[in-house]
């Protein structure tokens, strides 16, 4: 039996196939390659001596997934594929919810038809909308969200619990994660966005390696320490592992598991520059230009309930998450294009 990761080229997909791979399931890879390469997945394969088969396609393709479940005996869906930009998202609204809430949906029938009843979810933060006290917990309220990509992670999170509620065998897990940055630390995989980043840490090494000219710092007069937002940055390969964490605790269970994957621990968007500039000896210019809707001012996680529950804790600070972040960059100067 196999584990179908959708979004398995991208990010944070990329650095879970490996956390899996290297903990010895089999897996079965897909993505629609909209904002990620093949090339990551090469990579992760030879770093963990083991390869799975990647199967280019969208899930809103119905016949085309109908036969990717026919063909292969899969064990359950661990499911990243979706658009991830909130400025973006405000901009380009329906085609968010077509591509993350329709894809979704397709994916879910499928699984469905052909009994495959247990799927993780890359959820996030974004659930909790703007929220009234932080550090966020499981129990604080969602659905007050402002972004239609924040939208669409609390859409999708309510159709799997009404699936859920209305059909018992399904076993779910949530993950509400906050931001990842950082790679691996060997620099073989890491973020590589199309164009010019939207997250801040890639604009930060394009920056630093002078690939664009300036940080834009949307907003400096938030009600922070400094006036720019602040946010619960984690490690991508923390994040891997609270995947893996999550999994394995839940392999027999049919309950809800909802946790939030961070540090516990907010930074404003200057302490961020700050400590990259310290890390890697780079000067950043950067200005303060206005808020981006769909922006909140703070958020950050309190991960108490997956310490619990899961055994799993972020282990790299912000520093390593820097550093990692800019060996990616200078390896991969052009990302996996030059491949």
């Not at 083991?50 to 085309?64: F, G, Q, T, V």
């Not at 029938?109 to 909790?128: G, P």
């Not at 007069?221 to 995947?243: F, K």
Request: glycine share 8%.
């Amino acid at each position: 039996m196999s584990i179908l990761i959708t979004g398995a080229t991208g990010y944070i997909g990329s650095h879970t196939t490996l956390a899996f791979l290297k903990a010895g399931y089999d897996l079965i890879a897909l993505d629609n390659l909209t904002n990620s390469h093949p090339e990551s997945l090469k990579r992760v394969s030879r770093m963990a001596g083991r390869s799975c088969p990647l199967h280019i396609l969208d899930l809103r393709d119905h016949e085309a997934l109908q036969s990717l479940f026919q063909n292969h005996s899969i064990d359950g869906v661990i499911h990243f594929a979706g658009l991830k930009s909130v400025g973006e998202s405000m901009d380009e609204p329906l085609r968010y919810y077509d591509n993350n809430v329709s894809g979704s949906l397709n994916l879910i029938r499928v699984m469905n038809e052909y009994q495959v009843k247990r799927i993780l979810f890359s959820s996030s933060c974004t659930v909790y909308g703007d929220p009234e006290e932080v550090p966020v917990t499981e129990d604080s309220p969602t659905g007050q969200v402002t972004s239609p990509y924040g939208r669409t992670k609390y859409m999708i999170e309510q159709i799997l619990q009404d699936l859920q509620t209305a059909d018992p065998e399904w076993s779910l897990i949530l993950l509400r994660y906050f931001n990842p940055i950082g790679a691996h630390p060997d620099g073989e995989i890491g973020e590589d966005p199309a164009g010019r980043s939207g997250n801040l840490m890639p604009w930060l090494t394009q920056v630093a390696i002078g690939k664009q000219k300036c940080v834009d710092i949307y907003g400096g007069d938030y009600p922070t320490p400094d006036g720019t937002a602040i946010r619960d940055y984690i490690h991508v390969m923390d994040l891997a592992d609270g995947h893996l964490k999550a999994w394995e605790h839940h392999r027999e269970s049919t309950a809800t598991g909802i946790y939030n994957l961070g540090t516990g621990h907010g930074y404003s968007v200057l302490e961020l520059i700050h400590t990259f500039e310290s890390v890697t000896g780079k000067n950043i210019p950067w200005r303060i230009t206005d808020r981006r809707p769909g922006d909140v001012p703070a958020v950050w996680a309190d991960p108490g309930k997956a310490e619990k529950i899961l055994h799993w804790e972020a282990k790299r600070n912000l520093e390593e998450m820097c550093r990692d972040s800019w060996n990616w960059q200078v390896r991969n100067p052009n990302g996996f294009k030059q491949a």
